[in-house]
């Protein structure tokens, strides 16, 4: 979302299916090794990239590091109760600090509206090796 050009590409790195207009870094990329593995793909969704071309209906993304992204999920899992966010879900969670804080700061009321698409817990072991933990 953040490097891509809005183009057609491969949906898949085979070159089997019918190409797609969407933003995308090139079929040919290769993801660096991160857990979220649900985030290492070269494109973003079709519909999503037609929203984002048009303006205003969709914001630009921001990059976070894994480390920070983990760090935050944890936060999150502390603060709601023990629920560990999937590590895809948990990149959202720093850019929901910043709409938060900037919210604060301004006075504004702001209503911060997220889908979670699936829990952490098959992922506990990659959360302690990122952040340090030792696995039980």
């Known amino acids: 979302m953040t490097k891509g050009v809005y183009k057609y ?3 898949d ?3 089997v299916l019918p190409q797609l207009k969407m933003y995308t870094i090139g079929a040919d990329f290769v993801p660096p090794p991160i857990y979220a593995g649900g985030l290492r793909y070269h494109a973003v969704a079709p ?3 037609y929203l984002m ?3 205003g209906y969709v914001e630009g993304g921001r990059d976070y590091d894994q480390e920070t992204v983990f760090r935050m999920a944890q936060v ?3 603060v709601e109760g023990g629920y560990v966010p999937a590590p895809e879900t948990a990149h959202v969670l720093p850019v ?3 709409i938060a804080e900037e919210a604060r700061r301004t006075g504004e009321r702001k209503v911060i509206l997220i889908s979670f698409s699936g829990h952490g ?3 506990l072991g990659n959360y302690a090796d990122v952040l340090g933990f030792e696995k039980a």
């Open 9 to 11: 590409d491969d949906p």
């Open 53 to 55: 071309s048009k303006g």
């Open 121 to 123: 817990l098959l992922d």
């Open 47 to 49: 519909t999503l990239s």
């Open 13 to 15: 790195t085979g070159r």
């Open 96 to 98: 929901i600090k910043e």
């Open 76 to 78: 999150f899992a502390q």
